[in-house]
């Protein structure tokens, strides 16, 4: 029965985990694909709110900006960025007081967001993530802004109005595995039921 516990177990782990398998961008990928690439320590995390859809519970990290390398915004408000995140789905997380290279977009929901397979990174005084990505910005064909945070777009757009189908896809998930689960037992319990009681024994009928 134990063993049969583990195995749902880790069946129940797979979609959550495959949800977020990525094999990284580089940080050349991920400016190009950003909107929002900057330095910044992560001050303050709200606790969750519910957002865009009943149930899908956002918190927001608050980032005070040191360099800003690629920008979608007109303007910063005092040198501060927040940007939404959900504990269901592949979004980035940060923890408060940590120094980041941030890299974000802007969905079409006003909201500014990072991911799990950016190439964020937490900034050690030795990294050489900031150089790179200021030697990308040098090299760049535009000029922040580059596009109004309203503006239409393309492949990233696309991403995120999957993001609401992925939770109900996990769901789903979820119940079919909680279904074989307990279509497991039922053939476990059977099957000890239909097995000889050997005599002797407590509930078993001598010959």
């Known amino acids: 029965m134990k063993s049969l516990f583990l195995f749902v177990l880790l069946?129940?782990?797979?979609p959550a985990a495959a949800a977020c398998s990525c094999g990284g961008a580089t940080i050349e990928e991920g400016f190009?694909?950003?909107?929002?690439?900057f330095v910044g320590t992560a001050l303050d995390i709200?606790?969750?709110?519910?957002?865009?859809?009943?149930?899908?519970?956002?918190r927001t990290t608050t980032?005070?900006?040191?360099?800003?390398?690629?920008?979608?915004l007109r303007s910063w408000d005092a040198g501060r960025v927040t940007l939404a995140h959900s504990e269901d789905n592949c979004d980035a997380a940060f923890e408060p007081g940590v120094r980041y290279l941030v890299f974000a977009w802007w969905t079409d929901?006003?909201?500014?967001?990072?991911?799990?397979?950016?190439?964020?990174?937490?900034?050690?005084?030795?990294s050489e993530a900031v150089a790179r990505v200021r030697a990308v910005a040098d090299t760049a064909t535009f000029r922040p802004p580059l596009r109004d945070p309203s503006s239409q777009r393309t492949g990233e757009v696309e991403?995120?109005?999957g993001m609401?189908?992925?939770?109900?896809?996990?769901?789903?998930?979820?119940?079919?595995?909680?279904?074989?689960?307990?279509?497991?037992?039922l053939a476990h319990r059977r099957a000890r039921a239909s097995q000889p009681t050997p005599a002797g024994r407590p509930g078993g009928h001598s010959v």
């Open 11 to 14: 069946i129940a782990s797979v």
């Open 32 to 37: 190009e694909n950003a909107d929002l690439v």
């Open 46 to 58: 709200a606790p969750p709110d519910v957002w865009l859809v009943p149930g899908w519970r956002l």
């Open 63 to 72: 980032f005070e900006v040191e360099e800003t390398f690629k920008s979608a």
């Open 109 to 126: 929901d006003q909201l500014a967001r990072s991911g799990y397979c950016a190439p964020n990174e937490v900034l050690s005084p030795d």
């Open 159 to 161: 991403a995120e109005e």
């Open 164 to 185: 609401e189908g992925r939770a109900s896809w996990w769901s789903l998930g979820l119940n079919v595995v909680l279904g074989v689960a307990l279509l497991l037992l």
